[in-house]
């Protein structure tokens, strides 16, 4: 295959007139297995999708300009976020600015508290020219106290090559970064389309968020690959609580599961299968 497949074309070529936007286009996007897993005991990481699944996924990364993930999945998986399952093709630099075949997305981290490892795979792969400075989104503390050690680990970050976006909003304890916010200044920064690949907090807080905005949901395109196979019980669930579910989010989850189901706001799309896996395709209206 020598470019995308038709089943992402058809989802996905709408997000090339971006003009009037505020927010860019977004995809959310996650494997899971039939039981509605995410990945396995205690957070381990599963490969959930099989070959072809993958490759397809690794084609959706390239159609995008960011790829943003919460730092659950940083700390636990240190992926990569990359393009290499992708067939090979002479390096064009001049498409790029850089040494890469394919339009690498830029990795985007929730990262609150900074707490992103620098020595990660992420930053590996950007100072060996194998991948796009990845940018870490967060909150500056208020606290005298609180703010001398995030400037260290600010400082010890960029150092590393991370670039650093502390958002401004009125920032107590809260753990959780305003997704309209992050959505509005990363598109400042060129980011016109976008996929979010998880992990299950931030799968949670844009479903969420499509109660909160209901008139102008702020996810474009959902796009599910769901493997053939049981995980079991003790699975990380998007739809569970793998992080500080309060009684609030809770609430919010069952009205987040009627009003999708009554408002049809999920629109089938498309459906394909990819070697066994099945991938759904929908629009939010
Ligand atoms: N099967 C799949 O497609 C994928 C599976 N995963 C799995 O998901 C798990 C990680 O998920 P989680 O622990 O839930 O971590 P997560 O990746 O969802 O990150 C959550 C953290 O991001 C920060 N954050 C900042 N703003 C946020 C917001 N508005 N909403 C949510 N989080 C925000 C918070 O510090 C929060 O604790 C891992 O086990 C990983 O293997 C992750 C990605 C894809
Ligand atoms: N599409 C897909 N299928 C799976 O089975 C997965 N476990 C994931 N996980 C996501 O991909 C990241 C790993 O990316 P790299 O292989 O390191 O490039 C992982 O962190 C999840 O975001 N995705």
Known sequence: MTGPPTFLSSLLDRYKSSAGRSRPFVTLTFAQSLDAKIAGRGGKQLILSG????????????????????????????????????????????????NHSYNLPRPIILDTKLRFDPHCKLLKNYTEDKGRRPWLICAEPSESNEKKEWMIRRNTLEKAGARVFPLEYDYDTQEYLPIPLVLQTIHRLGILSVMVEGGAQVIRSFLLQTVAQSASSLVDTVIITVAPIFVGEDGVSYNAGSGPVSVLQTYNLIILRRYLVKSSALKHASTAMFGQDTVVGLFLT
């Open 51 to 98: 070959r072809e699944s993958m490759v397809m996924t690794h084609w959706m990364r390239t159609m995008h300009d960011g790829i943003l993930i919460g730092i659950g999945t940083a700390l636990n998986d240190d992926p990569q976020l990359n393009t290499r399952y992708l067939p090979p093709r002479d390096p064009d630099p001049s498409v790029n600015g850089h």
